[in-house]
């Protein structure tokens, strides 16, 4: 089993930035992905960011261009800088890990993102 403790939420002004990371423990093997995952108040979660172990990268069309996510195998940690917030990128962040395309991890308690002047 795979466990999750995200940090580095906060409340920031449109236009502002984020690091959030993730620390994972447990069963992790070197070929699995690593992603962040976003649900907005009254909606259900989504993906956002995906990176595989070689270190290839996948974003939602929603957030391409502003947010990137990065990893450290040794220490199991996937970070995610997160810039040119906007109000909708409001939320509650969580990291998971996909292995064979399907999240296998328990779901932490997140770190709350608040984007808003």
Do not use: H
């Amino acid at each position: 089993q795979v466990w999750f403790v995200e940090s580095g939420g906060g409340l920031v002004q449109p236009g502002g930035s984020l690091r959030l990371a993730c620390l994972a423990s447990g069963s992790i093997f070197s070929t699995d992905a690593m992603a962040w995952y976003r649900q907005a108040p009254g909606k259900q979660r989504e993906r956002v960011a995906l990176i595989t172990s070689g270190g290839g990268t996948v974003y939602a069309d929603s957030v391409a261009g502003r947010f990137t996510i990065s990893r450290d195998n040794a220490q199991n940690m996937v970070n995610f800088q997160i810039n040119n917030l906007k109000p909708e990128d409001t939320g509650v962040y969580y990291c998971n890990i996909q292995r064979g395309g399907i999240v296998v991890g328990f779901w932490g308690q997140g770190t709350q993102v608040t984007v808003s002047s």
